[in-house]
Each structure stands twice: as structure tokens, then as C-alpha cells.
């Protein structure tokens, strides 16, 4: 398979979760987003190195000194500008998780996971493939948590239709919603990520899947079948992309009777965007 050239991938933490997710199956979901990180080396919180918003300069997504805007910076949110947006490779390839050197993710950019009152999931990458394993205990109300391929910086794949992923693997007790996260949606006040430009509680539109998965699933950015609800209540931008993700919605426990866990054993490759 064609790649361009790899990045360094950096492990983070991130707080994003979602709501109203209309899927392959019918499904639903509520949650809350954020659509950045937690921290970097030298954040104020969280775990990982080099977090991908804020360097040294500040504003532009790459660098140490962890999440909040880096020295140099000029502070508040940036959104997608000239200065931090890509155009997308004509590959289409986003990550192929070969194990290159950054872990197979084409784009600039990594793999991060995150949590709401639960165990967020483990996330690993060999042999081309992104292995998604959770096991998590209902609760008292419902709990979202996830996977995440970001970008660094924004990426301009307006030239495509959308997101095609490879996907196998066994989910049962808990839906599945996958996004595209693009810099409206994301939520700006908590203020690690200058690419988020939304209001505070925005989120991204989502898409449940549902097993048995296809092998190849496609989500274009707009029309029937593609992610939807989302706040503010607009269409995934192309032109403003951040990243993709892989939502676990796990349900309240039961009043009476025993809870299911939430057991996921997934694999993830070949994320593209098509024509």
C-alpha cells in the first residue's frame, strides 16, 4: 500500500465523549466532548509526551509544554487557519497502523484514548492493525469511553466524500458510535486544543455500528448514511478535520437483575478517505 511519510506518534490523554448517534443500526447515545487533550510533558494534567496542542510557540498543534498554549503563545483558539491545515494526501491514506516508526499513522498525528467514569480502553497497534480491547462495568449512569486518531494539526479532505475503515472484532453489552471530529464541533472552552473552535458541550455528529461489522465500513461527511446529530447542530466540515473516533456507550446498570459488561475486541485498519 502507497504511504506517505510517517510521523513520530505521541500518547495522550483525551476527554471527549458524544450524544445522539444515529448508526447502521438504530442507536443512541448520550455523552459530552472535548475534543482535545488532557496534557503533554509539561501539562498541567493527564499523562503522555509532547501533547499535540500548544508547543513551544504556542497556538500550532506540535511541540512539548503540554496542552495549554506554549511559550511564545498568543493564546485563546486558533480554529483550522492556513497555517495549521494539510490538504489531505491524494492517497487518501490515513493511517495503515504498519509500524513504521510511528506506529502506521500516515497523517501527523497518533492514538490516544479516553474515559467518563469508567475504564477507558486499551489502544495498541502491530502487525497493520489498531487493537481496541474494553471491559467495562455498568454503573449508576451511563459512561462513555473511547478511542481517538488525532492530527496534530487540521486537515483539508474536502476533495474527498469520506472515511472508509476496515473493522473486525466482537462488541457485546455496550453500542459502538464513531465520529469524524472537525474544529467546529469541537469544544473550545476547555482550552486544550486551539484547533476546537465550538461552544462549550459541543460534540461531533455521530454513527453507531453495530456487530457483526462489516469489513469495510464507509461514512461519507454528508447525506443519509452519514454521522448525525451533534452540537452545534450542523454537518461534519471536511475542509476542518481533527480527527476520527470510536465511542463505547456503556448503559446504567439495571435496577434489578444482573449488569452486562461492556466486552470489546476490536481490530481497526486501513482508515482512508475515498472519492
Not at 33 to 57: A, I, N, R
Not at 60 to 83: D, K
Not at 101 to 127: C, F, H, L, R, W
Not at 231 to 244: E, N, Q, R, T
Request: charged share 10%.
Amino acid at each position: 500500500m502507497n504511504r506517505s511519510t510517517s510521523r513520530q506518534l505521541r500518547q495522550l490523554k483525551v476527554s471527549l465523549c458524544g450524544l445522539a448517534a444515529v448508526g447502521l443500526l438504530a442507536a443512541g447515545a448520550q455523552g459530552c466532548s472535548s475534543s482535545g487533550t488532557t496534557s503533554g510533558t509539561g501539562g498541567s494534567s493527564g499523562t503522555g509526551t509532547g501533547g499535540h496542542v500548544g508547543g513551544t510557540g504556542g497556538g500550532v498543534a506540535t511541540g512539548t509544554g503540554g496542552s495549554a498554549p506554549g511559550t511564545g503563545g498568543s493564546g485563546g483558539q486558533l480554529g483550522c487557519t492556513s497555517a495549521n491545515t494539510a490538504t489531505a494526501p491524494t492517497t487518501g491514506l490515513i493511517a495503515d497502523f504498519a509500524g513504521d516508526g510511528s506506529a502506521g499513522v500516515e497523517i501527523m498525528g497518533g492514538v490516544s484514548t479516553y474515559d467518563k467514569s469508567a475504564a477507558a480502553p486499551t489502544a495498541t497497534t502491530a502487525g497493520g492493525t489498531l487493537h481496541i480491547v474494553e471491559n467495562g462495568v455498568p454503573g449508576a449512569a451511563a459512561q462513555y469511553v473511547g478511542t481517538v486518531v488525532y492530527f496534530t494539526g487540521c486537515v483539508d479532505a474536502s476533495a474527498f466524500t469520506g472515511i472508509s475503515f476496515g473493522i473486525t472484532g466482537t462488541l457485546t453489552g455496550c453500542t459502538m458510535q464513531f465520529s469524524i471530529n472537525d474544529s467546529e464541533h469541537g469544544d473550545s472552552s476547555t482550552g486544550v486544543d486551539t484547533k476546537a473552535t465550538g461552544p462549550k458541550g459541543s460534540y461531533a455528529p455521530q454513527l453507531g455500528v453495530a456487530a457483526p461489522f462489516a469489513a469495510t465500513v464507509s461514512v461519507p461527511f454528508t447525506g443519509a448514511t452519514a454521522p448525525m446529530g451533534g452540537s452545534p447542530a450542523a454537518p461534519v466540515d471536511p475542509a476542518k478535520l481533527i480527527g476520527v473516533q470510536w465511542q463505547f456507550t456503556i448503559p446504567a446498570a439495571p435496577d434489578a437483575g444482573a449488569a452486562t459488561n461492556c466486552s470489546a475486541d476490536l481490530m481497526i485498519d486501513n482508515i482512508m478517505f475515498y472519492h
